[in-house]
Structures are given as structure tokens and as C-alpha cells.
């Protein structure tokens, strides 16, 4: 990730977190669908949604990325207002919804720009590919397969 290249980004906020994921593994941004509890699934999964036909299991991406709960007012929480981004993980082969307080913006940025990072505080750093700067804020790009693929397998 940090090659001269230019990476497209989507910038979201959880919580205080403003997280990234590569353009390319976002499928879809939706508001808030109200998903269906699976019975004896981890917490960290709100359920499943039904999109167009096909059923999306929804993780909250407060509860993945360790975040506070955020209050009943004000974001994402469980049946709070906030964004569904769909992603695909496992090289394509599953799409997944992830909950966010707010979707930021779509940035390009130069590979240049990205800097590796082993320890931030708040957030493991084995779900960290990088660490960005743009217009002074700071961001974490995550490993959407590290994050993610292990909720599949639990």
C-alpha cells in the first residue's frame, strides 16, 4: 500500500475513529437497514439484511473495531440512524454490511501519502494496513479482510 500509486479511499467515521477501506472492495453505501438477529451469533453480528434478494450479514463495526457504544441519539448504534457499506472480503467471494456512524468522503491519495504503522492507540494493529493524513486529519486504513473474515468463520 504505500507504492507511488494513487489509492482510492472511502472515508467513514466510527465512533471517533475516521477508518478507510479501498474503494475497489466497496460494493454498496445504504442507510441503515435494520437487520435480523441470527440466533447464537457473536454480538458483533447485527443480523442479516435483505438486499435485493440476497441475504448480507451485517457486523457493527463499533463492536469490531472495539469501539464505545455509541448513545441512542447520536449514530450508529443498534437501530441508531447511520450506514450500511457493503464490502467484499475473501478476494470477492462475500460481501458483508458494515456499520458506520457516517460515511466522510471518496479521497484519492498518493501511495506516498500512506504510512505503515504498527501501534495506534484505540484500535489492533493487525487490522491496520496504513495511516493517512488529509487536510490534518488523521486516518486508519483498515484491513477489511483481517477485520472481517474471521466474524465469517465464528
Known sequence: MSDAGVVRLLLFR?????????????????????PTRIPGAPPVVAGVVNVRG??????????????????ADGGGGEGGSGTTVLLE????????????????DLVSVGGEALERRQALPGIDPTLVRAVGRLAG????????DALLTPILSS
Open 14 to 34: 466510527v465512533g471517533s475513529l475516521v477508518c478507510a477501506a479501498e474503494a475497489e472492495r466497496v460494493r454498496e453505501i445504504l442507510p441503515r437497514l435494520q
Open 54 to 71: 440476497t441475504l448480507v450479514t451485517v457486523v457493527e463495526g463499533w463492536r469490531a473495531l472495539r469501539q464505545p457504544e455509541p448513545s
Open 89 to 104: 472480503v475473501g478476494g470477492g467471494k462475500k460481501v458483508l454490511g458494515f456499520t458506520v456512524d457516517e460515511v466522510v
Open 137 to 144: 486529519q488523521l486516518f486508519v486504513v483498515l484491513d477489511t
